[in-house]
């Protein structure tokens, strides 16, 4: 039963339907769920209201399900059949690929409503990198449609051509011969018409012995079904049709395709649903951080801030104002998966292998929880997405289910069972009757990820825990910030370490920067406080780099210089900068960045037990911990009420409450 048939209950019923299973197949998209079935509720009961088609736009990082969700939406309330997905970022996808097809489809569908996807929508910038305004026939197209839902249909030239040399060659074989049509087939004069006919390249192939002798030649079958959809289902139908007439009406009626092959053709989709989807790097910048040490928990909580006001400063980086403006309000952000959705992901993979084997080989498959903390610290790369899972549980797990079942078979006793679990660098498989092992077998694991991941207690890593310490002291200490992590080993060997806040302010204040200068160069007056300056390493070129460009924006930029205004000494084509002929920019950058220096050596040495404890446990392990670090402060810092870390009220708003109660106190008297 197709959608439109459906009573407007029904048509509730299958939404909410599909609602639920959604929601029990993609992880984490609760929300995002609701929002597009939501979004498409006016479009599904009632499409033929519509002026201009519904448009629902899905941004988000890679792997985080938003073609997959749409693809399975679509078959759950029977749109399958009625759904044409278009990868932008194809280069396959020409402007005349997707007119094809879309001519097609309303061809095929006229009235009904379909259901469109422009996938990988970046792609169709409008503006270039450097701000160039770019143009394609393609992305044309594409926002016509996303306008009206109609663009113009351009006359085939071949077709009008061919209809114009066969309407040439009749009437000339019919002015100058004693041929008779009657029913489309010649009854008189076959032998001239078959010879005049044939002169024209055209129509060669259109007459053998055996054929009987049309008046109209055959390949207009095609031409005229083309042309009159409506009126022509079929080629068939127009062959009917041409074998009710004679010449002159065929003539006529040929003269009347003619000029309708020649006017201008709508293509309306006006009815239709489009589904933008894309990844907009300049909303969800960590899209950006390929590392698997990088914390899940707080990308998503970073991610959790973006808005539709974000998305749109994004889109203006690629698109004019005017196209942003067509694509509607309707923005869904689809989050970055949290730890323990990655959890539930791998561990709703595991039971459908586990279904899937029961239900195909009768063998009762299970996996112990190191399996699912193996495939997670394996497969998780936190702005990738749920792709590296799925092929890591593909990998190690599904790969090896052919061997384990054909082992099963093998051996195969009454009421056994199997059971997976890691042991060292082995997949052990234990093959039970009951709970006695009576066969098994381990698969060795080439995991990568574990291997740089495990600690090497070597000179590198303790000069990197070393230097983390220091970050993480001075983060602690002056800003009262508690990291979410710290590593002193990661799976990318020319990196070293890191240590990872989760900032709760966007905005910085002028008080702060000695404090967070300070925290940059924390790593340099750690290695100089425990190796001696002349052993400093090459590792705070990043942070140096950090340090001197956020000075400098917070002087130039921001208005902390002792004048505010914007300075600009470089670009002198721009007559609206501020110069600063005498470098007070640089004089006082120095400044900072010195006395932030020794802000960073004083408090390492203030807080040197603590700091110590934080290295020695890094020279070890590869990671901290929030809640190990919180720990270590709350044993060894020394003056540091440890509550601090828990409040993010810097006091701006009981300051301005305070100001404004005495102002009223001054108007009162």
Same mark, same amino acid.
């Given at each position: 039963?197709?959608?439109?048939?459906?009573?407007?209950?029904? #048509?509730?019923?299958?939404?909410?339907?599909?609602?639920?299973?959604?929601? #029990?197949?993609?992880?984490?998209?609760?929300?995002?769920?609701?929002?597009?079935?939501?979004?498409?509720?006016?479009?599904?009961?009632?499409?033929?209201?519509?002026?201009?088609?519904?448009?629902?736009?899905?941004?988000?990082?890679?792997?985080?399900?938003?073609?997959?969700?749409?693809?399975?939406?679509?078959?759950?309330?029977?749109?399958?059949?009625?759904?044409?997905?278009? &990868?932008?970022?194809?280069?396959?996808?020409?402007?005349?690929?997707?007119?094809?097809?879309?001519?097609?489809?309303?061809?095929?569908?006229?009235?009904?409503?379909?259901?469109?996807?422009?996938?990988?929508?970046?792609?169709?910038?409008?503006?270039?990198?450097?701000?160039?305004?770019?143009?394609?026939?393609?992305?044309?197209?594409?926002?016509?449609?996303?306008?009206?839902?109609?663009?113009?249909?351009?006359?085939?030239?071949?077709?009008?051509?061919?209809?114009?040399?066969?309407?040439?060659?009749?009437?000339?074989?019919?002015?100058?011969?004693?041929?008779?049509? #009657?029913?489309?087939?010649?009854?008189?004069?076959?032998?001239?018409?078959?010879?005049?006919?044939?002169?024209?390249?055209?129509?060669?192939?259109?007459?053998?012995?055996?054929?009987?002798?049309?008046?109209?030649?055959?390949?207009?079958?095609?031409?005229?079904?083309?042309?009159?959809?409506?009126?022509?289902?079929?080629?068939?139908?127009?062959?009917?049709?041409?074998?009710?007439?004679?010449?002159?009406?065929?003539?006529?009626?040929?003269?009347?395709?003619?000029?309708?092959?020649?006017?201008?053709?709508?293509?309306?989709?006006?009815?239709?649903?489009?589904?933008?989807?894309?990844?907009?790097?300049?909303?969800?910048?960590?899209? %950006?951080?390929?590392?698997? &040490?990088?914390?899940?928990?707080?990308?998503?909580?970073?991610?959790?801030?973006?808005?539709?006001?974000?998305?749109?400063?994004?889109?203006?980086?690629?698109?004019?104002?005017?196209?942003?403006?067509?694509? %509607?309000?309707?923005?869904?952000?689809?989050?970055?998966?949290?730890?323990?959705?990655?959890?539930?992901?791998?561990?709703?993979?595991?039971?459908?292998?586990?279904? *899937?084997?029961?239900?195909?080989?009768?063998?009762?498959?299970?996996?112990?929880?190191?399996?699912?903390?193996?495939?997670?610290?394996?497969?998780?790369?936190?702005?990738?997405?749920?792709?590296?899972?799925?092929?890591?549980?593909?990998?190690?797990?599904?790969?090896?289910?052919?061997?384990?079942?054909?082992?099963?078979?093998?051996?195969?006793?009454?009421?056994?069972?199997?059971?997976?679990?890691?042991?060292?660098?082995?997949?052990?498989?234990?093959?039970?009757?009951?709970?006695?092992?009576?066969?098994?077998?381990?698969?060795?694991?080439?995991?990568?990820?574990?291997?740089?991941?495990?600690?090497?207690?070597?000179?590198?890593?303790?000069?990197?825990? !070393?230097?983390?310490?220091?970050? !993480?002291?001075?983060?602690?200490?002056?800003?009262?910030?508690?990291?979410?992590?710290?590593?002193?080993?990661?799976?990318?060997?020319?990196?070293?370490?890191?240590?990872?806040?989760?900032?709760?302010?966007?905005?910085?204040?002028?008080?702060?920067?000695?404090?967070?200068?300070?925290?940059?160069?924390?790593?340099?007056?750690?290695?100089?406080?425990?190796?001696?300056?002349?052993?400093?390493?090459? %590792?705070?070129?990043?942070?140096?780099?950090?340090?001197?460009?956020?000075?400098?924006?917070?002087?130039?930029?921001?208005?902390?210089?002792?004048?505010?205004? *914007?300075?600009?000494?470089?670009?002198?084509?721009?007559?609206?900068?501020?110069?600063?002929?005498?470098?007070?920019?640089?004089?006082?950058?120095?400044?900072?960045?010195?006395?932030?220096?020794?802000?960073?050596?004083?408090?390492?040495?203030?807080?040197?037990?603590?700091?110590?404890?934080?290295? &020695?446990?890094?020279?070890?392990?590869?990671?901290?911990?929030?809640?190990?670090?919180? &720990?270590? *402060?709350?044993?060894?810092?020394?003056?540091?009420?440890?509550?601090?870390?828990?409040?993010?009220?810097?006091?701006?708003?009981?300051?301005?409450?305070?100001?404004?109660?005495?102002?009223?106190?001054?108007?009162?008297?």
């Amino acid at each position: 039963m197709a959608p439109k048939q459906l009573s407007l209950e029904d #048509k509730q019923i299958l939404l909410d339907q599909a609602s639920e299973t959604l929601k #029990k197949e993609f992880i984490g998209l609760n929300r995002v769920i609701d929002e597009i079935v939501n979004g498409i509720s006016g479009w599904f009961m009632f499409p033929h209201l519509q002026t201009s088609p519904a448009i629902i736009n899905a941004w988000g990082i890679t792997g985080t399900g938003k073609s997959s969700l749409i693809r399975r939406l679509a078959q759950l309330i029977r749109f399958d059949h009625r759904f044409f997905p278009f &990868d932008l970022g194809d280069e396959s996808e020409s402007y005349w690929g997707i007119r094809r097809i879309l001519t097609q489809t309303f061809e095929t569908h006229l009235d009904d409503p379909i259901i469109m996807v422009f996938d990988e929508f970046q792609h169709a910038r409008t503006i270039s990198e450097n701000g160039y305004e770019l143009r394609s026939s393609a992305k044309n197209l594409i926002w016509q449609l996303l306008d009206t839902g109609k663009f113009p249909l351009e006359p085939n030239h071949s077709f009008v051509i061919n209809i114009i040399e066969t309407i040439r060659r009749l009437e000339y074989i019919v002015d100058h011969t004693d041929v008779k049509v #009657k029913n489309g087939v010649v009854v008189q004069a076959k032998k001239a018409f078959r010879e005049e006919i044939q002169l024209d390249s055209l129509y060669k192939n259109e007459y053998y012995e055996d054929k009987p002798l049309y008046f109209a030649p055959p390949f207009l079958e095609r031409i005229i079904q083309l042309t009159l959809p409506t009126t022509f289902r079929t080629e068939s139908e127009v062959r009917m049709h041409l074998n009710t007439m004679d010449a002159m009406q065929t003539l006529n009626f040929l003269q009347s395709i003619l000029n309708r092959a020649q006017k201008p053709k709508y293509i309306d989709l006006s009815r239709s649903l489009i589904f933008i989807s894309g990844n907009l790097d300049e909303a969800f910048r960590i899209s %950006g951080d390929l590392s698997p &040490d990088r914390d899940a928990d707080s990308f998503a909580n970073q991610t959790a801030k973006i808005n539709i006001t974000d998305i749109k400063v994004a889109l203006q980086k690629r698109f004019r104002p005017e196209q942003i403006a067509r694509l %509607g309000n309707t923005h869904i952000i689809y989050p970055v998966f949290n730890a323990s959705q990655y959890a539930e992901i791998i561990s709703q993979k595991l039971e459908s292998i586990r279904n *899937f084997i029961w239900q195909s080989e009768n063998i009762n498959l299970e996996f112990d929880l190191s399996i699912n903390r193996f495939l997670y610290d394996e497969g998780v790369f936190p702005s990738q997405g749920v792709r590296p899972v799925i092929s890591s549980i593909r990998h190690y797990i599904e790969a090896h289910l052919g061997r384990i079942c054909t082992e099963w078979n093998r051996i195969k006793e009454k009421d056994n069972h199997i059971f997976m679990e890691i042991e060292g660098n082995c997949i052990r498989v234990d093959f039970l009757l009951h709970t006695l092992e009576i066969h098994q077998i381990k698969i060795p694991l080439h995991n990568k990820i574990h291997a740089l991941r495990q600690s090497k207690r070597d000179d590198f890593q303790a000069v990197t825990a !070393v230097h983390e310490a220091g970050h !993480v002291v001075c983060n602690g200490i002056l800003l009262k910030q508690l990291p979410v992590v710290v590593y002193s080993q990661t799976t990318n060997e020319k990196n070293g370490g890191f240590m990872l806040n989760d900032q709760g302010y966007t905005l910085q204040f002028q008080n702060e920067i000695l404090p967070r200068l300070a925290v940059f160069l924390g790593g340099i007056a750690a290695e100089e406080f425990v190796f001696g300056k002349e052993n400093i390493s090459t %590792g705070s070129s990043g942070d140096i780099q950090k340090a001197t460009r956020m000075v400098l924006d917070m002087l130039r930029e921001c208005g902390m210089h002792s004048v505010p205004v *914007f300075i600009n000494n470089c670009d002198e084509r721009m007559n609206y900068h501020f110069r600063d002929p005498e470098h007070t920019v640089e004089k006082q950058t120095e400044i900072l960045m010195t006395k932030a220096h020794q802000l960073a050596r004083d408090t390492i040495a203030e807080q040197s037990q603590l700091f110590f404890h934080i290295a &020695d446990y890094l020279s070890d392990h590869h990671k901290l911990g929030k809640e190990e670090i919180r &720990d270590l *402060f709350t044993r060894h810092a020394v003056n540091f009420p440890i509550e601090q870390f828990d409040n993010k009220d810097k006091g701006y708003r009981s300051v301005l409450k305070k100001k404004v109660l005495e102002r009223k106190e001054i108007y009162a008297n």
